[in-house]
């Protein structure tokens, strides 16, 4: 069957492989790091403005936002790789029912789940592991963010499949406007109107219904091919399909939300709530990690995806290669940056001179370790999304996010004390990589 690339400007089956990630690499890249900066600026300004245990009371509602974000990211996924192969078989209308089915999913899904935190708030906010002291903070946030989560979801599947139909540049938009319009809100709601936490939630609502409404424009008014087509036929099987190759990226954020509850609980445990606000600095950083990761494997994924759909093997490769070697420096400078600028970004949030900014300043560097195995990584796990290995996905996921990381934070406090408890995510990475080219190697993958 002939193939042909989804828009005049992408051409994924005959483009000059280096290329095509360039144009798709810089745009997501920047504007991934701009959607991290509202999660960042929101500590900053919080730090700032309320202080250590507003931004502690932030951290404590943090995994609900990445649950969130992890469904849209399950299903912008799921969505895009099957999108990307139905492209390259020539079958857009395929690719349009797959995006909306999608959509009308997470909102339908996000509805139940603002339902039940509406009736529910101070027993979620407890669970997550919020103290008394926490808890005005941590309710505040939580009500004012509800608002916006329904236009999150829509984001999060609008940004993967706009790649694919070959507008990266305005994917870039979708995530920088609405940046800094949350950080001019921040500023504002939180310092002039001194509403403090309930102020950065606001900013954050505001900024993701706007990011939302610029994917539904887009679909409707702007799209190569890809549009919003309102379909139900097969809609549970094609979810189904959906859920099955995407669901190592809903893991990856509940991973996250795994790796905050259990090391809010440690910290917790070991250092009160001023241990809670250091490890919210780290929890801050993450974002951006990965963030930076992430781009290199959304840049990667529609090329992969839609030259596996067209059975191009070389080009397949190529292109995964391409991903581990970016992934690697990316690593490196992140690695870089948080270890050697440990304490001006201590002092970005909070004074340095308190009990959980010196936490931080001791912590940091070791934490920073993680960079350097984390997105390698996400590339690999990425890279077996793009050609349907959802399985393989999965496991690798929940081992570095969840299997290894766990007992990690659970044991290395103890037998390293003070240093330990930080290096409990660089370690779950380090064991996860190892294992991922063992097991590359011994399949004889003809992809490395």
């Not at 919080?46 to 299903?75: D, F, H, R, S």
């Not at 996010?401 to 044991?411: A, D, E, T």
């Amino acid at each position: 069957m002939e193939t042909s690339s989804p828009s005049a400007g992408l051409d994924y089956a005959e483009g000059k492989i280096g290329r095509l990630f360039q144009k798709m690499f810089f745009p997501t890249l920047l504007g991934l790091i701009f959607n991290a900066l509202i999660t960042i600026v929101d500590g900053i300004f919080v730090g700032q403005g309320v202080g250590p245990e507003g931004i502690a009371a932030v951290n404590i509602i943090a995994p609900l936002y990445m649950v969130v974000t992890g469904t849209g990211l399950m299903l912008g996924i799921g969505s895009s790789v099957i999108a990307g192969i139905a492209l390259a078989q020539g079958e857009s209308r395929r690719a349009s029912v797959n995006m909306t089915q999608a959509s009308l999913l997470a909102v339908a899904l996000i509805f139940l789940l603002v339902l039940i935190l509406l009736f529910f708030r101070e027993t979620t906010a407890r669970l997550l592991g919020s103290s008394d002291e926490l808890l005005p903070g941590a309710l505040d946030y939580l009500t004012w963010l509800l608002p916006g989560l329904f236009f999150l979801v829509v984001e999060c599947i609008g940004m993967m499949v706009i790649r694919l139909d070959g507008s990266p540049k305005y994917a870039m938009y979708c995530n920088i406007i609405p940046a800094v319009i949350n950080i001019i809100l921040d500023y504002y709601l939180v310092f002039p109107c001194g509403l403090g936490v309930k102020g950065a939630a606001i900013a954050t609502s505001i900024s993701t219904v706007i990011g939302g409404l610029m994917v539904i424009v887009y679909f409707f008014r702007f799209s190569y091919v890809i549009r919003y087509l309102w379909c139900l036929r097969s809609f549970w099987r094609n979810i189904w399909h959906q859920v099955q190759i995407g669901s190592s990226a809903f893991i990856t954020e509940i991973a996250m939300s795994v790796m905050m509850l259990t090391g809010n609980y440690m910290f917790m445990k070991y250092y009160g709530d001023s241990g809670v606000a250091a490890f919210s600095i780290a929890c801050y950083l993450f974002p951006l990690m990965f963030m930076m990761s992430n781009a290199v494997a959304q840049s990667a994924q529609p090329i992969i995806s839609y030259n596996y759909g067209a059975s191009l093997a070389p080009r397949v490769r190529a292109a995964f290669r391409l991903s581990l070697k970016v992934a690697a420096l990316c690593g490196l400078i992140a690695f870089l940056a948080i270890a050697l600028g440990a304490k001006w970004i201590v002092a970005l949030f909070i004074s340095p001179d308190c009990e959980a900014g010196r936490l931080a300043i001791y912590g940091l560097p070791v934490y920073s370790l993680c960079a350097l195995f984390f997105a390698v990584n996400i590339s690999f796990i990425g890279f077996y999304q793009s050609i349907e290995k959802a399985l393989r996905a999965m496991i690798f996921t929940l081992m570095r996010g969840v299997i290894v990381l766990v007992p990690m934070f659970c044991i290395l406090p103890s037998l390293f004390p003070g240093w330990g408890i930080w290096a409990a995510i660089p370690v779950s990475e380090a064991i996860t990589l190892i294992v991922i080219c063992l097991t590359a190697k011994h399949s004889g993958s003809q992809m490395l």
